[in-house]
């Protein structure tokens, strides 16, 4: 099936990232939040980032301003009907992504496809939580998803070919790296990272070194961009919790039960990047 219209539910960073990418690709882009205001502030900071593109030479003017033109913002669910696929983006809360995929089973077209952003939540529930369970499936972006090349597309038992075959098409217009990978929590990436910035933060509290020789050895010795303890906090440790608790449920593997220092660090709302602190202060 040809994708043409792309419906995004959700306005936060990783939605924001996902329209962008898509309307800078050429599709027609619905940007759906909760409230008019904020979907019209998403779409406006995108208009910022587009701009910031042009003056650095990666975009042309006359594209930025096609771009931008190719997104509508809006607060109706109502207004993803006509979509060809609609990609779910909101908190990594499975009851409100069962409501929602409940509601859009509604509203969208009888053939179009229903997709999740979610990072390790089981996506066959959400299919089954609908009448076309074989037209749900995960296209998980990684943030920032205008400069990050990997989607993983995730197949749930009740997914068919042509939709896998469909959204695979879709990210590598894109540009994007398309995987495919079957439904068990944290899928390709996260099931191996997370174990990993997990154990940093059990390095940490066991004093085995301080928090910038931990980053310092990863990134020189490993030559990671990042160090395990900064990703955390752009990651966000609320988020990282909510992964690492999914993981754990799923496997009862004790690297994924997060470390206490995390779950106290979200209770003080210490939540990185998007607080203004967590491992480091952002707020100078």
Known sequence: MDIARIGIVGSGIMGSGIAEVAAT???EVVLRSRSLDSAQAT???MGKSLARQVEKGRREQA???AALARVTATADLADLADCDLVIESIVEDLDLKLELFRALDGIVKADGILA???STLPVVEMAVATGRADRVCGVHFFNPAPAMSLVE???PLTGSDEVIAAVTSFARSCGKEPVEVADRAGF???ALLFPYLNNAVKMLENQVATRDDIDTA???GCNFPMGPLALLDLVGLDTSVAILDALYAEFHDPNYSPAPRLRR???AGHLGRKSGVGFYDYRK
């Open 116 to 118: 999740t952003n979610t």
């Open 25 to 27: 690709s050429g599709f």
């Open 43 to 45: 779409v406006a900071g």
């Open 265 to 267: 660090m979200v209770s």
């Open 188 to 190: 390709i990436v996260n």
């Open 153 to 155: 597309i995730v197949r």
């Open 218 to 220: 990863m990134k020189g």
């Open 63 to 65: 594209d930025a301003d």
